[in-house]
């Protein structure tokens, strides 16, 4: 299925933001060039952006440019992969709790911790210390967070926690899907794997 498509026009009018706004925001990287979709229409060559990822996108720039720099912002948005973190980082900034990464590191080969794996021991904990998911649950979520990881490679993927008649499973997909369940199955927490890699970065600058 093709992505919608939001016109320059209406996507201006929706955000409230500024034509100087927005390619300001381009030439930082905050909004990235392929997003700018020329087309012909039948009053000339207009520009389009993939509808839900520019409008998550500037949501995102507007919540949080008070408070970050927009290239603190454009590093956080770029897909480039950052220096790793070790884990006594993560503990020390209280991005991963002690015992979530002790259990963490079971499962690991050893070798020292990608941004990938910085990234899985950050969810891993969040979900560990929220109380929604057992030991064997969350380590359940770890095998399909690293599987999503070599199947979309950085593109926008989400993973749905879930839970039927007492029974968890989770499962990972691309974040544009759509997802029916029946109404016995309970959505436990939608993981934006984007969102998350984004919010990790800015919070190890």
């Not at 039948?42 to 839900?52: D, V």
Request: aromatic content about 8%; glycine content about 4%.
């Amino acid at each position: 299925m093709d992505e919608e498509l939001i016109s320059k026009k209406e996507l201006l009018e929706l955000t409230k933001i500024s034509y100087g706004q927005l390619y300001r925001w381009k030439r930082k990287g905050l909004i990235p060039e392929e997003w700018f979709i020329r087309k012909s229409t039948y009053t000339g060559q207009e520009t389009f952006f993939p509808r839900s990822r520019i409008l998550t996108r500037i949501s995102r720039i507007l919540s949080m440019k008070e408070d970050v720099s927009l290239d603190d912002l454009a590093d956080a948005f770029s897909p480039e992969t950052p220096a790793p973190s070790d884990a006594d980082t993560l503990i020390k900034r209280g991005l991963v709790s002690a015992d979530a990464m002790r259990l963490f590191l079971e499962g690991h080969d050893g070798s020292p911790l990608s941004f990938d794996d910085a990234l899985h021991a950050y969810l891993f904990s969040q979900v560990l210390m929220s109380g929604e998911l057992s030991l064997d649950e969350a380590r359940l979520m770890l095998d399909t967070l690293r599987t999503a990881a070599l199947r979309f490679n950085k593109a926008p993927a989400q993973v749905l926690l879930m839970r039927k008649l007492g029974v968890f499973g989770c499962v990972a997909l691309a974040a544009e899907s759509d997802v029916l369940t029946d109404k016995d199955t309970r959505l436990i927490r939608r993981l934006d794997l984007t969102a998350a890699d984004e919010e990790l970065k800015l919070k190890l600058l």
